[in-house]
């Protein structure tokens, strides 16, 4: 069965690599993959999907659905098709839609024996507004059995862990004044940030070791010789657990932030932008599609990544058991968000990439619909693990 699920995928191998070059040569960002979202809910609807366009109030996310028969698993496949502003897809997302796209179709084409859902879910804006997690509070996600994805990478693996992630905007109202005339009259807001930024350092050697803490400078305070009234910062706190960063770390910031401002006798507000969740691991789920990257010759096998950073998919894992196959395109060493990814977007080994992931989640769909057990231990696995990953 597999082998026939894997020739018709070859089959669109030119139209999923000319939707991806497609996407590649016109970049789109922060919810207005207005060209990308278009070609893709088109073929899928072409195809015999259910299409809904504009969901979770992003004009460029959809949710996509076919249904074989009625009472079998929901299987959810996730896809981003966003690039970075500025560089352009340099983190591969181009080959991420049609890969996904070309998995589900294949599956549709090929297997009818058991019943089954596939959901497809368009996410767009990772890279600036983490959109999964704001379409997760406004409903999305919650018709699915287990979520799947596929990424480019320097090898070929999936990952156990990633980073929570918060970020904070402060912003530090004080009074202005002229800094040599009357600076007693004036109550200075860059001071406070500055104290904040020194309250963070203070606070990385009393804070767990897998936590990082980062900050900058949002708005400039002016000329030197004004007391600056208004000064503004952004800052980012993460960790391999979000209970860690909500119990031991993010009540901490806001003493610091509350502080800071009573030093420079300046008042503060403090506004919380998109909060990552760490990934609950399912190890069985991630033996299945590494299972199935060895039986497709994927290349460069690897183990799981000892470092990762931070990907709205956390949130969906930390409500369903999930996992992301990376698949090597590029070089090992090869860093992410970085031209050596940009100028690899449209070489043999991206174009070979996209159908890798989509055999690898094709194989894996079809394992988990025709063998229930599976995914009813995948799905015992996730709920034990949340109990300690959480």
């Known amino acids: 069965m597999k082998e026939q699920i894997f020739a018709a995928l070859e089959k669109q191998r030119e139209k999923l690599i000319s939707m991806a070059d497609f996407i590649y040569d016109h970049p789109e960002c922060r919810g207005n993959e207005v060209q990308a979202s278009a070609l893709l809910t088109d073929y899928l609807e072409e195809n015999g999907f259910l299409v809904e366009r504009g969901i979770a109030d992003f004009p460029t996310a959809f949710r996509a659905v076919y249904e074989n028969g009625s009472g079998g698993p929901s299987i959810g496949i ?56 704001l379409m997760l509070e406004r409903g999305c996600f919650k018709d699915i059995d287990v979520a799947l994805m596929m990424h480019g990478s320097p090898t070929t693996c999936t990952d156990v862990k990633s980073m929570a992630d918060i ?10 004044a002229h800094a040599a005339m009357a600076p007693e009259k004036g109550r200075s807001a860059f001071d406070a940030l500055l104290v904040a930024f020194h309250g963070i350092e203070f606070l990385r050697e009393h804070v767990p070791e897998d936590i990082r803490m ?24 993460r960790s391999y657990s979000r209970e860690r960063l909500d ?38 789920l991630n033996e299945l599609l590494m299972k199935n990257a060895e039986l ?4 460069r096998l690897a183990p799981p990544r000892e470092k990762t950073g931070s990907t709205d998919f956390g949130n969906v894992m930390y409500e369903v058991p999930g996992s992301c196959i990376r698949v090597a395109f590029v070089p090992r060493g090869a860093v992410a968000h970085s031209q050596e990814y940009v100028d ?10 996209i159908l890798y992931g989509a055999k690898i989640i094709a194989a894996s ?18 709920r034990e693990n949340r109990k300690n990953f959480a």
Do not use: W
């Open 78 to 133: 996730l896809c981003e098709y966003d690039a970075l502003e500025k560089i352009g897809h340099g983190c591969g997302h181009h080959m991420q839609g049609p890969s996904c796209i070309g998995a589900a179709l294949a599956l549709k084409e090929v297997y009818q024996e058991r019943p089954y859902k596939l959901v497809i879910y368009g996410t767009p804006a990772e890279e600036t507004l983490g959109s999964k997690s």
């Open 167 to 176: 970020h904070f905007d402060v912003k530090f109202r004080g009074k202005s």
């Open 214 to 237: 980062h900050y900058t400078v949002t708005t400039l305070p002016g000329p030197a010789n004004v007391v600056p009234a208004e000064a503004s910062g952004q800052f980012s706190l």
């Open 247 to 284: 119990s031991q770390v993010i009540p901490r910031f806001y003493d610091i932030i509350k502080g800071a401002a009573l030093i420079a006798g300046v008042e503060y507000e403090i506004h919380r932008d998109k909060y990552l969740f760490n990934k609950i691991p399912v190890l069985k």
């Open 296 to 299: 497709v010759n994927a290349p």
């Open 344 to 353: 690899a977007g449209k070489t043999q080994e991206a174009h070979d990439c």
């Open 365 to 382: 769909c079809y394992d988990m619909i025709s063998r229930p057990e599976l995914l009813q231990e995948i799905q015992a696995e996730f």
